[in-house]
């Protein structure tokens, strides 16, 4: 048996419904897990990246402020 989509219909028992098959539902659970955690990482990576640039422009002040 190949591959299961989201939007297929399926025979179940003596009816055709609509229901997500199981593997379906794992799949997307790991899709939005993987998604949840790139985000946390981007926001992090951003946040370092805003940290870094603080730093480096308050010791460019601070050279600045020694060669005047």
């Known amino acids: ?3 299961e989509y989201d ?3 399926r025979l179940y ?3 055709v419904t609509r229901k997500l ?3 379906s539902l ?3 659970m790991k899709e939005r897990k ?3 955690m790139r985000k946390e990482l981007e926001e992090d990576h951003e946040r370092k990246i805003a940290e870094m640039q603080k730093e480096l422009e308050e010791e460019y002040q ?3 402020a ?3």
Do not use: D
Request: overall charge positive.
């Open 1 to 3: 048996m190949g591959r």
């Open 7 to 9: 939007r297929h219909s």
């Open 13 to 15: 028992g003596k009816a």
């Open 21 to 23: 098959p199981k593997k």
């Open 26 to 28: 794992k799949r997307r």
């Open 34 to 36: 993987k998604a949840e």
């Open 62 to 64: 601070r050279q600045n």
């Open 66 to 68: 020694e060669m005047n």
